[in-house]
């Protein structure tokens, strides 16, 4: 039995999927190759999605994730109460750096990729600095990073590195190593059992950067992530 029509959508949502190597932006054939879809089939996936605003297509031809999928994902389920912890420090860290600023969490265990709660995007670990302060060991397990820019640091001899003195200064920078363009700083937010997330900025290239990390450190001080849910096992069960 062939692929559904469900898995044949799905397969295309993945194509994007910036943690596996996926751009921001593909055209028909991009996606073609990436699915294995036929070019016809694939044609037929993305103008469903598109009429349905899970794609958008732009003014030269490229498509990328539409509002309604962003949507879904700020509102899926997050760690309990985490947001809702960062909420304050958060508005006031955009409102003092001008920048977007958010709170993520490791998409998985092992994961070489980050979701953002306020925005619901999904981005790589390894070229985000909200994925630096959460990759405490090497990532001696995953596949190989991908290139995002030529700025994207792949060694992980150089990766280690800069994860040892993230975890010493307790806070990351990446310069343009995910889009161009783009500066993100992030610090850990710690929990009694250690880092639970990660707070910071996106900036663009070009701003001064010492306000933005005395900002980011002071917003990520703030939160207080909730405690753990009990767990329900009665005693001795």
Known sequence: MGESVAGRLFSVLDAFDVTRG??????????????GLPAPTALRMVRELVAWGGLERGADGTYRLGLRLRALGAAAPCPRG?????????????????????????????????????????????ATAYGKVLLTAPPTGLPRPARHTRHTVVSPALLAAQLAR????????????????????????????????ALGVT???????????????????????????????????
């Open 22 to 35: 996926g751009p921001a932006a593909l055209r028909l054939t991009d996606i073609a190759a990436r699915t």
């Open 82 to 126: 985490l947001l809702d912890a960062a909420l304050p420090a958060l508005r006031a860290l955009g409102a003092r750096t001008g920048g977007h600023a958010d709170v993520a969490v490791l998409s998985g265990p092992g994961a070489d990729g980050v979701l953002c709660l306020v925005s619901g995007e999904r981005l790589p670990g390894h």
């Open 166 to 197: 993230i975890r010493a200064e307790g806070l990351a920078v990446c310069a343009e190593e995910h889009r161009l363009g783009e500066i993100t700083v992030a610090a850990p937010v710690r929990g009694p059992s250690g880092t639970v997330a």
């Open 203 to 237: 900036v663009p290239t070009g701003v001064p950067l010492d306000r933005v990390t005395a900002a980011v450190r002071e917003a990520a001080t703030r939160v207080r992530p909730p405690a753990p849910e009990p767990s329900s096992r009665p005693p001795g069960a």
